[in-house]
Structures are given as structure tokens and as C-alpha cells.
């Protein structure tokens, strides 16, 4: 088996899962004012001052959510209500077109139904937004944007964003700018209070953690509307009894991830260079996606587009030789559709069905490396052959 | 040709239905490597399965996949919504246009499941495509492939399987009309087999008219068009709204409001689309003595001179026997009784027992009565 699909979801790590098994057996409300109450806040707050740290943010700055696409709800809806509502006339909404379906969705719901403008920032054939392009569109009218939302690091082709250059844009204008920083986290500095991000998404699977637990950094200064109401836990922004195990468990995997970055990067990105170098040589005609440059991608992403193929052939190929990659394209019931983020950098529509995403992590080996070199080959020409449907 | 040596790599194409998972587990039981795949069909899927629509939905990707996982083979969901809408969605509305009663179950076959997918598996490696069909495969001393009636002559669907040739014949596999089978054992099958599908009810409508309303949905696409209907004689009887709307040999809904002089029912006889005409007459001008058809299509050696068969005109129609020639690949059939319901763009599909030999498109038909 090579499980080249860390991107989806990665291994949890077996210290998380200890903690995690430890936790599930304590009993505690973390918002009960007794004896076990507080045990249960305790695990609470030192899991987000020790994720805080791996993530250089104060510890309030961390708002626990039930994962990435939640916060990245809660990031784009909340801001965008709260500025709203704090001035009518800011309802225009800038995003990067290559953002992940939980920010561009989001971006769009607000167009239908709640009077949002949206604008989709330019991006080159990398996938990346220039800061100049950002303050193009914000100059249009400083006055009517209500927020900006662009990526950390994109998902399926690994471009990493020019965070810091765009939050010095939106800072002169003083608009929030969120990222959704999901794949970057632990893969990629990431240090929340050095970027100048009013608000950024991060995600407990991705990491090593467990499912169903993120956070969304958010500055002190900014109260966006709550999509969840409730009991008012996490700074009244994001309601619901926290989940305590999976609080304790991502706080120690993103701890570890974030120690473990340098060492991922080197070795990580070794493998995804070797499997970038063999997918090549087996098949010279493949086109490599997002920047080339490595410091311009993330370390564990190879993307590829392979000209005359189905995606769905090629995954349906590799799986049955036990390689599990992603076509990298979003589904429904299913069915692939050609990438937004391929389309928006300019990617030719039929050239577009034909990508294949390797996604490397902490349990990546070389062995499953040779297993993509070996395959990759037949695979893609038995693919050819059968051509676009 | 299908080698019987060694286990077979086989495409089931599961719909989320119960005959088709369990042909799929009894492939796989056969000890065959089979992989499921649920072909996405509407570009615009419904979440949810209403009334006996076939495929379509989410719902029923969902059900195909959980028949899979319970099978315990791959699964996975190929868009073939282009090729769908071309082949047989446009064909459909085209020949309802021009005044033709197409079958699109039977299209899909020859088009979509035994072509576009059945390419599509040959190319990436596998032997065959499995699906849920009630038909036979016989192979024959001689080592030939011949297609049969399923044993359940009640489910026997080899009419909408007329339309294959030797080629797809050679890689399609039906394992549910191989045995003795009859719907309510394959319902207690799925059942033991713990498919989930067991209780799921038939689908009958065309899959692609979420509520089974086929005028409204010629109506959306071809717009209302008035007309005349007419007798025999050219006496106007009443109007319509587009003459695509009906079918040679329906008799309800035409809305004629004075009676037949001889007080007897009438029924549609001709469809003009070109005066945009529909003529209506008694039972006994419905009935057909010959007619031609057009693209025959062979399962094995075609005919090489007059032979007498037994012919299928619907879906769910019976038998009657016929002589049939075939002159310039155009198909000469007579019929020795006169047959009613006949009518151009549906399919005769022609029998040698339970056989099938081939089949063709209906072109013209010639009727006992003169006039039409």
C-alpha cells in the first residue's frame, strides 16, 4: 500500500491517539464550575496555549471549531456580518478563485443571499494573487470591502500564498484578511501573529490530529458574527460544549508538527522531489502543477496533469495497484468536475480532467515513492488509451 | 471473446439497483475480479429517488455504493453525463420531433453501457461489463456467443438488448438471466446476500423524466407547436399542441370531443411532423401487414435470405410472427397476422426461439386499411 493522500487526511499520530484515548475516559464539562469542570478547562486551555504556540498566536486568539470548513465559515460569514453591520456599505467580498470549497462556497452563499459582491482576485498560472492585484481591486473602492479571504497554501497544486505582502495591503486599508492556512500548517512556517492576518483556518486532521476539530486564529480586535449560537463558549464567537480529547489530541499534534517542520520539510520534501523526478522520467509529457520552485510550493505536494487521460481512469488504475492518490478536483456524489484552481490558472478544460494529486506526509517512504515509479507509467498509457469520455 | 480459462476482470455497472447488485455479487462469487461503477447519467442529479425513477439520482449512487461495500469490491462513480444527453437524451427528443417513438433504454445500451463504458473498461484493462439485465449468454458447441430470453420470460429484457452486435455480445456478461431466476428470487438473494437494495422497488419510467411526465418534458424542449387533428378523410376533429406529444396507437388524451360516427373508440394512426398533423381512426386502420426497418443491427452472421422469426415490437410486448428479408441493409418484414402499436422509430427486434437475431430500426410500416 503507498498512501499518497496525506492532503485528504493523514495518519493521526500515535501521540495524539494517546491522548486522545486518555482523554475520552475523563468525564468533565469544560464549562462546569466543579472539580471535574476544571480539569476538563485545564486540558482545555493548556491544549490552546500549547497550539497558540506552534502557531505564534496568544493563546485567546485561538477559537476552537469542529474543523477547517467550519472556520473558515465562521471567518467569512462572521467578518463579513460583523463589517456589514458595522457600515452597509461594505458588502464587497475579495477571494483568491483558487480558495477551497469551504471559503468559496461560503463567499458565494453570500452573494446569493446575503447582497455580497464578490470579486475574484487575479491569480498567474501558479495560482498566486500578487499584492498589486489586491490593490487594484481594493483601490476600486477602499470603502464598500467588507473582507479579503486568500489561502495560505493551496490544496491541490501546494502554491503557497504572499501572505504577509497581502495583509500589508488590506492593513493600509484596514480590512480583515483571513486565510485558510489548513495545508500549510506544519508543512510551511506559519506564525499567525507575524503574518498580519485578522483571521486564519487551521484543522486537527491535517496534522496528525483527530477529525472534527479546528480552530480559527482570530485577532482580538475583530468579533465576527457567530454562525453557531449557544452557551457562548470560545469568546461568544463559536458556541458548543468543547470536545475535549480532540482538543487535547490536535494541541499535540500540531505541537509536534510544528517541532517536526524542518525535519518534514527536508525529508518530506526529499520524497516529493524523488517522486516529481521518477513521474517525469516514466512520463516525460506530464505537466507539473503550481510553482515549480520549492520554496514556492508546499514540501509534501506533487500535482500533475498527464495530457489525453481521465483522472478518474488514473486513480481507478493506481488504486487497483494499492496507490492511493486524488485527482485533486472537489466531487459531487462522486463525480469529478474539472479544478476551479486548475481553470482559474488558465488550464485548458480537457487538460484539466487529467490531474493526479500526491500528497506526502509523516508516514511517507521511500518505498511508496518506487511504487509511483514504477506504475506510473503503464498507467498513464493504459489511461491514454482509454481516453476522455 | 470472453476467455473461460481464468478469472475475469469485469465493470459491473451498478444503478443502485437491485438486480444489478446482485449480478454484481454473483459475479464476484463466480470468483471473477469485478469493480463497481456507478455511471452518473444527469449532470444535474436530484438528491433524492422519487416515484420508480431508474438510476439517476444521489440516492441511488449512494445505494449502489453500499451494495459494493457489502459485496466488498471498488467502487466508484464515472461521469458519462455528456455522452448521455448526446446520445440519448437529444436522440430522444429528436425522434419524438420528428413524429418517431424512440426507445431510450434500448439506445443506452447500444450507446452508452455497451459503448462508451464498455470502451472506456476495455482500455483500462478489463475483460468484460457485468450488468443487472435479464437475458442469457449462450455459448454454443462451436464456441459462439448467442443472446437469449432470460428463463423469467416475465423479466426477459434481451429486447432492449436486441440492438448489441458480435463485438459487444463478446464482453458483456449477464448473470442474472444465466439461471433459473425469478425477480422474487433475486429479491430473496439480495436479501441473504444483506444488500440493502433487497426491498428497493422496480424502476419502470425513463430515467431521465424525474416525473415520468414525457409530454411535459417534450413540451419544455420542443414548445408548444398547435395543430390539427384530423380523420382519415382530412376532417379536422380537434386541435393539439405538438404533435410530438403522441404515440401510433394511443387512444387516450386526445381530447376529441364529438364521438366516432360508428360510436367505436379511435386512436392515433399517423404523426405528421412535417403539417404538424395528427390523424386519428378506428382499431382496425391500426393494423400493420409489413413494414421496413432501417440500421439492423446482428447478434452473429446476418441473415442471408427470407427466414420466418418471431418478432418483439415493445418493450413488454409479446411475440408474432413474421418473415423477414433483408435487402440493401434494409430490413423487409411481413407480418402473418396483422400487428396493432406499430410504430417508426421503435425497435423489432427478431427471434429464432428464444434467440436473438438481431434487430432494426422501424422505418414505414404498411397498413391493411388504404389512406394512411
Not at chain 2, 223 to 231: A, L, N, P, Q, Y
Request: aromatic share 4%; net charge negative; charged share 20%.
Amino acid at each position: 500500500m503507498a498512501y499518497l493522500d496525506h492532503a485528504a487526511t493523514t495518519p493521526m499520530l500515535p501521540e495524539a491517539v494517546e491522548v486522545m484515548t486518555a482523554q475520552l475516559a475523563v468525564t468533565g464539562n469544560a464549562s462546569s464550575l466543579h472539580a471535574a469542570g476544571r480539569r476538563a478547562r485545564r486540558t482545555v486551555e493548556e491544549s490552546r496555549e500549547a497550539l497558540a504556540e506552534s502557531l505564534g498566536a496568544r493563546p485567546s486568539e485561538v477559537v476552537f471549531t469542529s474543523g477547517g470548513t467550519e472556520a473558515d465559515n465562521l471567518a467569512v460569514k462572521g467578518l463579513y456580518w460583523a463589517r456589514r453591520a458595522a457600515d452597509p456599505a461594505r458588502t464587497r467580498v475579495l477571494a483568491s478563485p483558487v480558495e477551497h470549497h469551504a471559503v468559496l462556497d461560503a463567499v458565494h452563499w453570500l452573494a446569493e443571499h446575503e447582497g455580497a459582491t464578490v470579486e475574484y482576485l487575479p491569480v498567474d498560472a501558479h495560482g498566486r494573487v500578487h499584492a498589486d492585484a489586491l490593490r487594484d481591486a481594493i483601490e476600486r473602492n477602499p470603502h464598500d470591502v467588507a473582507l479579503a479571504t486568500v489561502m495560505w497554501a493551496n490544496n491541490e497544486i501546494g502554491t503557497i500564498q504572499p501572505v504577509r505582502e497581502l495583509a500589508d495591503v488590506t492593513a493600509e486599508f484596514a480590512i480583515p484578511l483571513h486565510a485558510d492556512a489548513v495545508q500549510a500548517y506544519g508543512q510551511v512556517p506559519v506564525d499567525f501573529a507575524a503574518s498580519g492576518l485578522a483571521a486564519m483556518t487551521v484543522s486537527g486532521h491535517k496534522v496528525g490530529g483527530p477529525y472534527g476539530i479546528g480552530a480559527l486564529l482570530l485577532g482580538r480586535e475583530h468579533t465576527p458574527v457567530p454562525v453557531l449560537h449557544g452557551g457562548g463558549q470560545e469568546r461568544h464567537v463559536r458556541s458548543g460544549t468543547l470536545d475535549v480529547p480532540a482538543v487535547a489530541a490536535f494541541a499535540t499534534a500540531g505541537r509536534i508538527a510544528a517541532e517536526q517542520r524542518d525535519w518534514f520539510a527536508r525529508e518530506i520534501g526529499g520524497l516529493r522531489d524523488a517522486l516529481v523526478t521518477a513521474v517525469r522520467a516514466a512520463v516525460p509529457e506530464a505537466i507539473l502543477g503550481g510553482d515549480p520552485a520549492s520554496a514556492g510550493r508546499l514540501p509534501a505536494n506533487a500535482h500533475f496533469t498527464f495530457p489525453g487521460c481521465e483522472g478518474d481512469s488514473l486513480l481507478l488504475l493506481l488504486d487497483a495497484q494499492g496507490i492511493e492518490c486524488s485527482t485533486g478536483s472537489a466531487c459531487t456524489a462522486g463525480v469529478a468536475q474539472p479544478s476551479h484552481v486548475l481553470l482559474a490558472t488558465g488550464t485548458d478544460p480537457d487538460l484539466a480532467r487529467g490531474t493526479l494529486r500526491f500528497s506526502l506526509g509523516h508516514t511517507s517512504t521511500k518505498a511508496d515513492v518506487e511504487a509511483v515509479a514504477q506504475a506510473i507509467g503503464p498507467v498513464v498509457e493504459r489511461a491514454r488509451s482509454a481516453g476522455l469520455s | 471473446m470472453l476467455p473461460a480459462d481464468r478469472p475475469l476482470r469485469v465493470l459491473a455497472a451498478m444503478s443502485g439497483g437491485v438486480d444489478s447488485a446482485v449480478a454484481a455479487a454473483r459475479a464476484a462469487e463466480a470468483g471473477h475480479d469485478v469493480t463497481g461503477v456507478h455511471l452518473a447519467l444527469s449532470a444535474n442529479p436530484q438528491s433524492f429517488r422519487t416515484g420508480a425513477r431508474g438510476c439517476c439520482t444521489i440516492e441511488d449512487s449512494r445505494d449502489a455504493r453500499r451494495a459494493a461495500d457489502v459485496i466488498g469490491i471498488p467502487f466508484y462513480v464515472w461521469d458519462l453525463a455528456d455522452r448521455f444527453r448526446e446520445d440519448v437524451v437529444e436522440d430522444f427528443v429528436a425522434e419524438y420531433e420528428a413524429g418517431r417513438t424512440p426507445n431510450p433504454c434500448l439506445r443506452c445500451n447500444e450507446k452508452i453501457k455497451f459503448a462508451a463504458l464498455l470502451d472506456k473498461a476495455l482500455a483500462l484493462g478489463f475483460d468484460a461489463v457485468c450488468t443487472g439485465h435479464y437475458a442469457q449468454v449462450i455459448l454454443t458447441e462451436s464456441g459462439e456467443r448467442e443472446l437469449h430470453r432470460a428463463s423469467d420470460m416475465a423479466k426477459d429484457q434481451s429486447y432492449v438488448l436486441g440492438v448489441l452486435d458480435d463485438r459487444q455480445l463478446a464482453h458483456a456478461m449477464f448473470p442474472l438471466g444465466d439461471t433459473e431466476t425469478t425477480k422474487e428470487e433475486i429479491r430473496a438473494e439480495a436479501e441473504r446476500r444483506g444488500l440493502a437494495v433487497a426491498k428497493k422497488p422496480d424502476s419502470h419510467d425513463i430515467c431521465f423524466i424525474a416525473d415520468g411526465d414525457t409530454q411535459g418534458f417534450l413540451a419544455a424542449r420542443l414548445g408548444k407547436s398547435e395543430g390539427d387533428i384530423v380523420d382519415e378523410q382530412g376532417t379536422k376533429l380537434g386541435t393539439h399542441e405538438g404533435a410530438y406529444g403522441y404515440t401510433i396507437g394511443q387512444r387516450k388524451g386526445l381530447r376529441i370531443g364529438t364521438p366516432a360516427a360508428d360510436g367505436k373508440p379511435r386512436y392515433v394512426l399517423d404523426i405528421s411532423p412535417v403539417n404538424n398533423t395528427v390523424t386519428v381512426g378506428p382499431a382496425t386502420s391500426l393494423d400493420v401487414t409489413s413494414l421496413t426497418a432501417i440500421k439492423p443491427r446482428w447478434c452473429g452472421t446476418p441473415p442471408s435470405g427470407p427466414g420466418t422469426y418471431t418478432a418483439q415490437l415493445r418493450a413488454h410486448g409479446g411475440e408474432t410472427e413474421v418473415t423477414a428479408d433483408l435487402l440493401n441493409n434494409e430490413l423487409h418484414v411481413h407480418f402473418t397476422e396483422p400487428a396493432r402499436g406499430v410504430a417508426p422509430g421503435q425497435a423489432i427486434v427478431l427471434y429464432d426461439g428464444t434467440r436473438v437475431v438481431g434487430s432494426a430500426t422501424i422505418a414505414t410500416t404498411e397498413r391493411v386499411a388504404a389512406g394512411v
